[in-house]
């Protein structure tokens, strides 16, 4: 099943309830939640008051992702305020295992991001115990940047790694998500895309969200199973 998570990065913040709604209509399934601090990322973004003023708002699960450093800290402010996820950057955890721990313990599903120059196998050890991992397809810190290729043999490893054992942790690609993007990133197994600038430019959220996940539909690998159903689905007639 896909998801797309939409980044209110990208919304427009005078209007963000109705931003929301419409990239929900349009067939969003995840509130994705750019969480910087100025410090590991150069600019700043949310805290844990957004977070806060956005769950009476929507029904869909608020996706955060904290690149910011010292993310322990921080881990239980924003499960309080009312966050389904909450991932952390590989790069700035001292102790990657302890952090997730700490996710878990707040009941909240737990991520780790790696940046563009982080290997995939930093993350072997602890795959097991995540609901989810975010590849980052442009180094983070700004919305709108354009798509690195070097994450979809990152994206296509992690499937591997993920059917060699045995797991079933999500595969999440966020940066440069686009309309001339997103059907790559899919075939290559990403699960969750993160979508911000394609979604809310223009000021057509529904319609944006619409095309693009009609795009990456349409990139899904078919199974055997719809693959033989296709196969026999008898023609139409022609009387």
Same mark, same amino acid.
């Given at each position: ?57 929507? !029904? ?8 910011? $450093?010292?993310?322990? %800290?921080?881990?239980?402010?924003? =499960?309080? %305020? ?24 707040? !009941? ?28 980052? #397809? /442009? ?19 992690? %499937? ?11 595969? $999440? ?8 993007? /997103?059907?790559?990133? /899919? ?6 895309? /993160? %979508?911000? #600038? ?6 057509? =959220?529904? !319609? ?28 139409? #007639?022609?009387?």
């Amino acid at each position: 099943m896909l998801d797309l998570c939409f980044s209110i990065l990208a919304a427009d913040f005078t209007h963000l309830a109705d931003e929301v709604a419409a990239a929900t209509r349009g067939g969003g399934t995840m509130v994705h939640v750019d969480i910087m601090d100025g410090h590991f990322v150069p600019n700043i973004t949310f805290g844990p008051p957004v977070v806060k003023a956005l769950r009476p708002i929507t !029904k869909l699960p608020l996706d955060c992702h904290l690149m910011i $450093e010292d993310p322990d %800290a921080y881990i239980p402010a924003f =499960a309080a %305020a009312g966050a389904d996820m909450i991932s952390v950057q590989q790069e700035a955890c001292r102790h990657l295992h302890r952090t997730l721990q700490h996710i878990i313990e707040q !009941k909240v599903l737990p991520g780790v991001v790696i940046n563009p120059a982080t290997p995939v196998d930093t993350l072997v050890e602890i795959l097991p115990m995540v609901h989810h991992v975010l590849v980052m #397809s /442009v180094n983070p810190g700004f919305g709108g940047q354009q798509f690195l290729p070097l994450a979809l043999e990152k994206i296509a490893y992690l %499937a591997a790694l993920r059917k060699e054992m045995g797991l079933n942790f999500r595969i $999440e690609v966020d940066g440069g998500v686009d309309n001339d993007t /997103v059907a790559a990133v /899919v075939k290559a197994g990403a699960d969750m895309l /993160v %979508a911000g #600038s394609a979604v809310f430019s223009g000021g057509n =959220a529904e !319609k944006n969200a619409r095309e693009l996940l009609r795009r990456a539909h349409a990139a899904e690998p078919k199974t055997a199973s719809t693959a033989k159903k296709t196969a026999t689905k008898p023609k139409a #007639s022609r009387k």
